[in-house]
């Protein structure tokens, strides 16, 4: 028999509000301790020993994923300035290429269509992310942005995984990088318009983006001035500019409140100017437009409009006048608005899905306008405005997908309103969407809420009434929505039988702002009870069964999977928690620990107040591990993880065990939240949680009717 490594007790006390907790395992948070990394690759040791009976599986799913993805390939081009721009990927190559080609005519809107495998005229390189990720175990491209003029590349890379980026300027066309390079920034750093000055952030102890500074070119990063600093430990900061490339902005927020800051570009060492000064509970973005010759700033806000609503006020004066341009509507979610010369487009949700409208500018006073909606004939499907660089534009540019309908990408023309499809990811081999079935469903809730599961299956691999092996995953945090969308990797479970589905739990924003306020702070129960609802649903309908029904869901999805295995550890087969969120209390006690006290707005403050304490403690899965019959258990973390810290996951697991849980760890040594990098490495961590996944939930390993040459060797 393998053994599982058993973390040494070394109990700490933690009092709060007169109620003590022993914690045997916060040692493991010393990343340092060599003691620390022994035990995690022992971790490590044993999850391959318990999973090496999957390799097989592993390797061919890794292949089923590589050969139905076109390797080489080439990124719709955007047009900006005189260029367009565009990224390819090379088979055998983790990472990608970023290019440009020149534009042919001043009036051409149209994008070329490029082939990848061949030359394009005029190409210039950009920048190689496989040059710059050689010699690392972890690359990740920050911030990458072109100055006005097209002669400059700003980028910046995170080798540690840890979200700490250095900012580097290239001069494009000699392909040389000036001396000027800024290391430990946030994201978002930008060429301002003139070209003159680097605006980027930094971040504070608790790796919050506090900090706004100015960099001039060719002056030593000793010299940057701190154009804006936040105070507030609840708000973050990021500069930007106007897509008119008029003002720069500065945008602090909390997870409830924000603020935006002006500044016309034109004179960038002056001072930014507040539009609304903050008020808590009021959130607000702002887009520069051009209205009847008048500049005017478009307001997105929820003051007394919980959904939101969009305004117009003067930029001269934006705390005057408010023209009403969309009301608050209760079913209507309003998520943005992107200001053009000759148009505005509009994001929404309505019934739970995305949706896009446009209206172009009007032609004279008596001209109505008004919104055209895109229409599109999926039952289930995702859309939203994509790069959309310049002001000038006369199309939008639109990504689109389904759970059947890969990738899409579409402009939409505004003055004909013909919408043209440039391109759909390639699928490979013998795919055909006709063959697979999205469908939505509505479980009921303890207190009679009807929620949203989004379903999609092949509907000649599973049978009405007869209960199949089902994934199904969650979130439910942050008012993030998780839409439905194509994954050429997810087909390796469809092809098995499998069903996919997506449980729309509260705290999410499918649904509107409500949605969300019912799955937050003292109302966060009801995330949970929402999934169990969706789980109970699947079972009652005969979708699946609890022997063959696993659930997954990631950082805050993954205190979904943490608290519904204590709740309701007997309809599930198996869960699979990735970089998850299961020692909360801990973390949100903590001022010190990155990101704590933005938390407090979305969780509660148990540090102040005993009642958020004591609601916390009541669903922390660390906190609530008891004896019973838990499901196989998969918890996937990374060493770097700034957001979630590794030792949660660690602390987790180690407490399972003592209940006689079968719970494994895995945790990437060279990674941060997001996983390892590069797309081959990506692929193969996936085949390893499908693998996982498709033997708790029961499915047949080969697939439909394949026979793989892996499976007949073995």
């Known amino acids: 028999m393998i053994t599982p490594p058993v973390a040494a007790k070394k109990p700490t006390e933690r009092i709060h509000h007169n109620d003590v907790y022993i914690d045997d395992y916060e040692w493991l948070r010393d990343k340092d301790n060599p003691e620390v990394l022994a035990y995690l690759d022992a971790e490590n040791d044993y999850t391959e020993a318990r999973t090496s009976h999957l390799g097989i599986l592993q390797e061919l799913i890794f292949e089923e994923i590589k050969e139905r993805t076109q390797e080489t390939d080439l990124s719709v081009p955007v047009r900006r300035g005189q260029w367009w721009y565009y990224t390819r990927t090379v088979e055998g190559l983790e990472y990608g290429i970023h290019a440009r080609a020149p534009i042919t005519d001043p009036d051409d809107w149209t994008p070329p269509v490029l082939e990848a495998t061949e030359g394009v005229p005029g190409e210039q390189v950009l920048l190689d992310d496989n040059v710059e990720a050689a010699g690392h175990d972890f690359y990740s491209l920050g911030s990458y942005d072109i100055s006005t003029d097209g002669t400059l590349l700003l980028y910046a890379v995170d080798i540690e995984g840890d979200e700490r980026y250095t900012v580097k300027i290239r001069v494009i066309e000699t392909g040389e990088n000036l001396a000027d390079e800024i290391e430990n920034t946030g994201g978002g750093a930008m060429i301002d318009p003139t070209g003159r000055f680097i605006f980027y952030t930094t971040v504070d102890d608790a790796w919050r983006p506090d900090t706004v500074w100015r960099h001039e070119l060719g002056t030593a990063v000793a010299d940057d001035v701190s154009v804006f600093h936040e105070p507030d430990e609840r708000f973050w900061v990021g500069v930007g500019r106007s897509r008119s490339r008029k003002y720069l902005m500065i945008e602090a927020g909390s997870n409830v409140t924000s603020e935006t800051r002006l500044l016309e570009a034109a004179n960038p060492t002056g001072e930014f100017e507040v539009v609304w000064p903050r008020r808590d509970g009021v959130e607000y973005d702002v887009e520069h437009a051009v209205i009847d010759g008048e500049d005017r700033l478009l307001i ?99 990504g689109y997908t389904s759970f059947v309908t890969p990738s899409s990408v579409y402009d939409y023309v505004v003055a004909t309103g013909e919408l043209i499809l440039l391109k759909r990811q390639p699928v490979l081999g013998k795919y055909d969407p006709t063959l697979f079935e999205q469908r939505r469903e509505w479980a009921t809730a303890e207190d009679g809420t009807r929620i949203p599961i989004s379903l999609v299956y092949r509907k000649d691999l599973v049978a009405p009434g007869t209960p199949a092996p089902t994934l199904l995953y969650g979130y439910g945090s942050y008012e993030h929505s998780i839409d439905p969308g194509f ?39 009801n995330s949970f009870t929402d999934f169990i609802a969706c789980a109970n649903h699947l079972i009652d309908n005969d979708y699946t ?7 997954e869901g990631g950082s805050a999805g993954g205190l979904l999977m943490g608290a519904v295995a204590n709740m309701a550890p007997r309809l599930f087969s198996g869960i699979v928690a990735e970089v998850p969120f299961v020692d909360p209390l801990t973390t949100i006690l903590d001022p010190s620990l990155p990101l704590t006290v933005i938390e407090w707005d979305e969780w509660g403050d148990p540090l102040h107040n005993p009642e958020a304490y004591a609601y916390i403690k009541s669903y922390s899965p660390l906190e609530n591990v008891h004896e019973t019959s838990y499901p196989r258990i998969l918890a996937v973390t990374s060493l770097n993880d700034t957001r979630v810290l590794y030792v949660e996951p660690a602390k987790w697991v180690a407490k399972l065990r003592e209940v006689g849980a079968d719970a494994l760890l895995k945790t990437e040594m060279s990674a941060g939240h997001g996983g390892v990098s590069g797309r081959y490495s990506a692929w193969r961590e ?12 029961g499915a047949h390993p080969s697939g439909e009717g394949r026979k793989s040459r892996l499976l007949r060797e073995e």
Do not use: C
């Open 487 to 525: 994954g050429i990797a997810r087909l390796s479970l469809l092809d098995r039988g499998m069903i996919f589905a997506i449980a729309h739990v509260r705290g999410g924003g499918e649904l509107g702002r409500t949605w969300y306020e019912e799955g937050k702070k003292f109302h966060k129960r």
């Open 545 to 551: 069964a609890p022997d063959r029904l696993v659930a």
């Open 300 to 398: 997105v806000h929820n003051d007394d409009a919980v959904n939101f609503e969009l305004v117009s006020v003067a930029a001269s004066d934006p705390r005057g006048i408010k023209k009403m341009l969309l009301p608050h509507h209760d079913s209507i979610r309003l998520e943005g608005v992107d200001a053009f010369r000759d148009f505005v487009a509009v994001e929404y949700r309505r019934d739970g899905l995305t949706r896009v409208a446009v209206a172009r500018r009007r032609e004279s006073k008596d001209d109505r306008g008004g919104l055209t909606e895109l229409t599109f004939d999926e039952e289930l499907f995702s859309v939203g405005t994509s790069a959309n660089p310049e002001w000038e534009q006369p199309r939008i540019r639109l």
């Open 686 to 697: 996936r085949a390893f949680e499908y693998a996982w996944i498709i033997d708790a939930a």
